[in-house]
């Protein structure tokens, strides 16, 4: 029998091989089932929704305009209408675009000619023709950009589209450099990239048919962070087995029982990490916006595929390659442990020394940082602002803004009692709209496009489109509705600000729960939460310093601030777990100051490794031209760092010593 051990490994891993060739191709088809558009994320119950749903009756074919804008300056030429008008005929005939299109209308100044030309389904391929054929004999001199929600949907697709293979790749390659400096072999690398690699696969399989069933909702932003997820939660699992790994490889001469005793004793912590991630990150099922319930089971999809790779192919591929696997410097049995005698044994002797002076001064170093949170502006910005670099719907914009009313081609529409029309068309003369005009009456109902003075995604405009909701909603009797393209972005802002209300203290909830459950404890988790809270507070502290000063950011979305709590409390009480759960292990022999020395000092590396991973993985995300993953990525990997290098080194294990076996509180380990 002893010579058969190697058959289950082996059968296991063929299995994952036969996963991941199966699952891997579907990683880069999931944007043909994902979605970018603002308005289908919005809650049925929205106001912009229910307009959008009325609007239907007006017309069989939601249409989505592309705003195509011409700019000479000193003026445009008869001939530069005579090239626009021209490629009006030629564009009626791209799939896709609606007819009829607008007539050409030139600016007051002189100097701008405007085409809107609807576009109905997904505008991408309609845009992207559009745009070829106005780089056709363009006159010399003359600017051209197509713009509008179109274009943007266009651009956004476009900034989306090479997600996959260049994630992977930014991703692949600093895990794989900070696994060889760590481990300094250069098999054992690849075999935890392969683990994260599989796990992928199988997450990237399962998303796919969800989403293309339309059981869930996948837009870019969720794919990126489904990518990231994967790639650091598997590498940090990873870390953690490995290491255990490599001690009982120096105490047991037996390879496979070293790796039975491995699992034994990661297992605990790494389920347990697994399940607050997946249960944090599932509280966004309570989310308004679909575009963040679809997240949760994402994200929650890759942690599951990651700690079923790493409890599984994992101690596999390892217990067949053996002490092979960290080549060439094999851990040897009866080798003499060196972690005692390292860094992290000097940090562990000083926070045991002075435990009170080391947690009092990292406690007010975090409290100074989050004295800079009021500096965050996470209000909302326009939709121009999401990109980092140069597209065509935002020149396009700045073409408009200058010679056109900002909202032209995307104007705010209210459906109201058609008996109450003029009432209503008197009641849209608020501060901001440029003109208001009946476009139809249907089923009793009259529809009325407001054009504002404001470019439609501006912040300004989300600010008029509120004045006219408030006006118009004041008319008895109208039940007079405000939609449109700015309402979307209203609505969407104002949403995310309430999830941000409801969902911060129920991931707060759940998170202690399950410290209080792994711990056997009340005492510890709700110094544990505590301590995340704090270092989240000074991540966003710091973070609004960078956003405003540094980087010259305009804003951030509501969201940006969830999405950086979910996910930093979440990840960041991993590395709590890691050290706690080790620290329980050695005080029930060495008692409570003791184990937290040692369990400081020999877990110390391998948690720091596992930050770092995790905290370059989430920094990936910057590769990406979009704002709000830009803020995502710093947020994440400044607060990963924070909590992995002052909260856990020091702060956690500082408390634990002062206060001393009553952080078990109330477990029998307490007396």
């Not at 990126?224 to 650091?232: A, D, K, P, S």
């Not at 053996?322 to 860094?343: L, N, T």
């Not at 969830?562 to 050290?579: C, E, K, M, P, S």
């Amino acid at each position: 029998m002893r010579r058969l051990r190697w058959l289950v490994p082996a059968l296991i891993m063929i299995g994952w091989l036969a996963i991941g060739g199966f699952g891997g191709p579907f990683a880069g088809k999931l944007s043909d089932v994902s979605e970018n558009d603002n308005s289908a994320f919005l809650p049925a119950s929205a106001e912009a929704t229910e307009v959008q749903r009325l609007q239907e009756r007006f017309t069989q074919n939601e249409a989505v305009p592309a705003i195509v804008v011409a700019e000479r300056e000193g003026g445009v030429t008869p001939a530069d209408r005579a090239y626009l008008e021209e490629r009006a005929g030629e564009a009626a005939s791209i799939e896709g675009v609606q007819q009829p299109l607008s007539p050409v209308i030139p600016s007051r100044d002189g100097q701008a000619l405007q085409l809107v030309v609807p576009m109905t389904g997904e505008p991408n391929e309609a845009v992207e023709q559009l745009r070829g054929l106005l780089d056709r004999d363009r006159p010399e001199g003359l600017d051209v950009y197509a713009a509008g929600p179109a274009g943007q949907i266009a651009d956004l697709s476009e900034a989306f589209g090479g997600i996959d293979g260049m994630l992977l790749l930014v991703a692949g390659s600093v895990v794989a450099l900070i696994l060889i400096i760590v481990y300094r072999s250069p098999l054992l690398p690849f075999l935890v990239l392969l683990s994260g690699i599989f796990a992928l696969g199988l997450a990237s399989l399962t998303v796919y048919l969800l989403a293309d069933s339309g059981a869930l909702a996948l837009n870019g932003q969720s794919q990126g962070i489904l990518f990231i997820l994967v790639f650091g939660a598997a590498t940090d699992y990873a870390l953690l087995l490995v290491s255990r790994f490599r001690e009982e490889l120096r105490d047991t001469e037996d390879r496979y029982a070293a790796i039975r005793k491995a699992l034994r004793g990661t297992i605990e912590p790494i389920a347990a990490s697994a399940g607050t991630v997946i249960l944090g990150v599932l509280c966004l099922l309570f989310s308004d916006l679909n575009s963040n319930r679809g997240l949760g089971p994402v994200a929650a999809i890759g942690i599951g595929a990651s700690l079923l790779a790493s409890v599984t192919f994992l101690p596999a591929v390892l217990a067949i390659f053996g002490r092979a696997a960290f080549w060439p410097f094999r851990p040897m049995h009866g080798s003499p442990h060196p972690e005692a005698k390292g860094v992290w044994g000097r940090i562990a002797g000083f926070v045991d020394r002075r435990p009170r002076a080391v947690w009092v001064v990292t406690a007010l170093v975090l409290l100074a940082g989050a004295a800079f949170v009021p500096q965050l502006k996470a209000d909302g910005t326009s939709q121009t602002d999401v990109f980092l670099t140069d597209v065509d719907s935002v020149a396009g914009q700045e073409v408009l803004s200058r010679h056109f009313p900002g909202g032209v081609g995307s104007p705010a529409i209210v459906i109201a009692d058609a008996q109450r029309t003029d009432a209503v068309l008197e009641a849209t003369r608020v501060d901001g709209v440029s003109s208001a005009e009946a476009a139809g009456t249907r089923d009793g109902l009259v529809l009325i496009e407001a054009v504002l003075d404001a470019p439609a995604d501006s912040e300004r405009a989300v600010g008029i489109v509120q004045d006219l909701r408030d006006s118009v909603h004041a008319l008895e009797g109208a039940d007079a509705k405000v939609g449109g393209r700015t309402a979307v972005q209203l609505d969407t802002q104002e949403t995310s600000k309430r999830d941000r209300m409801v969902i911060i203290p129920i991931v707060l909830v759940v998170v202690f729960a399950v410290l209080a459950l792994l711990l056997r404890s009340l005492l510890a988790p709700l110094l544990l939460v505590a301590t995340v809270v704090l270092s989240f507070a000074a991540t966003m502290g710091v973070s609004a310093l960078v956003f405003n000063h540094v980087l010259g950011f305009p804003g951030a979305d509501p969201a940006v601030p969830l999405f950086g709590f979910v996910f930093l409390v979440a990840l960041g009480i991993d590395y709590n777990i890691f050290l706690m759960t080790r620290v329980r292990e050695e005080a029930r022999t060495r008692g409570t100051r003791e184990g937290t020395r040692h369990g400081l000092t020999v877990t110390g590396g391998v948690i720091t490794s596992a930050g770092v991973v995790l905290a370059a993985t989430f920094a990936a995300l910057a590769v990406l031209p979009i704002l709000f993953l830009a803020q995502i990525a710093f947020i994440v990997a400044f607060g990963v760092l924070l909590d992995t290098l002052i909260v856990r080194s020091l702060l956690v294990p500082a408390l634990t010593v002062d206060i001393g076996r009553k952080v078990w509180w109330p477990s029998a380990l307490s007396r």
